[in-house]
């Protein structure tokens, strides 16, 4: 378990039971997957998707910190964060957020907070992040937390009936707080 990560804006906390449904409304929403590299899942599948993130919290040996994203007032769920190992003290970066949250500056701050938790309490050395080339959005959020841009990783993920390229953006611990 982790105790509850607070940023300026957010909370972020492990997966509950009964946040399948607000979880379909980010997974199960086009707008939000069209960038993601799933497809848009069923209420079926958010839910199982939820249970398996809980699932995997108590394991002997924790592979990731999949979290909630919340506003700080407030325990609904509005948008999950990612941090996967995958490697030597190091860790993939990945976010989704509710349409409707969108432009609230939620994402920032709870990137901002899990990348804080990741380079202090985790110790990790180096976090990347694989965006698509379309998602403005997302590359400005790594950008403004001091991600560098080290290329394209060409067909990287098969989405939507199509192989699509991700933009590859890193940070390491250095060189956070970015300033």
């Known amino acids: 378990m982790v105790d509850e990560l607070r940023g300026k804006i957010t909370k972020l906390r492990d997966f509950k039971s009964s946040d399948g449904a607000a979880a379909f409304k980010i997974v199960g929403d086009d707008r939000v997957t ?9 209420p079926g599948m958010a839910q199982k998707m939820v249970d398996d ?6 394991g002997a040996l924790r592979t990731e910190y999949y979290l909630a994203i919340t506003r700080i007032d407030d325990d609904e ?14 860790a993939k970066l990945g976010y989704a957020m509710a349409a409707e949250q969108w432009g609230n500056g939620y994402t920032t701050d ?6 804080t938790f990741a380079f202090g309490t985790l110790d ?3 976090i990347t992040a694989a965006i698509g080339p379309d998602n403005h959005a997302s590359q400005a959020v790594v950008k403004k937390l001091g991600f560098t841009r080290e ?4 067909d990287h993920v098969f989405t939507n009936g199509a192989w699509r390229d991700s933009v590859l953006f890193s ?5 956070w707080p970015a300033t």
């Open 34 to 42: 069209s960038f993601l590299s799933f497809d848009s899942r069923s």
């Open 53 to 58: 993130a809980i699932a995997r919290i108590d």
């Open 77 to 90: 769920l509005i948008g999950t964060c990612r941090i996967a190992f995958s490697g030597v003290k190091a």
């Open 110 to 115: 709870a990137v901002q907070t899990i990348l």
């Open 124 to 126: 990790l050395h180096r």
């Open 151 to 154: 290329g394209v990783l060409r």
């Open 171 to 175: 940070v390491l611990n250095r060189e």
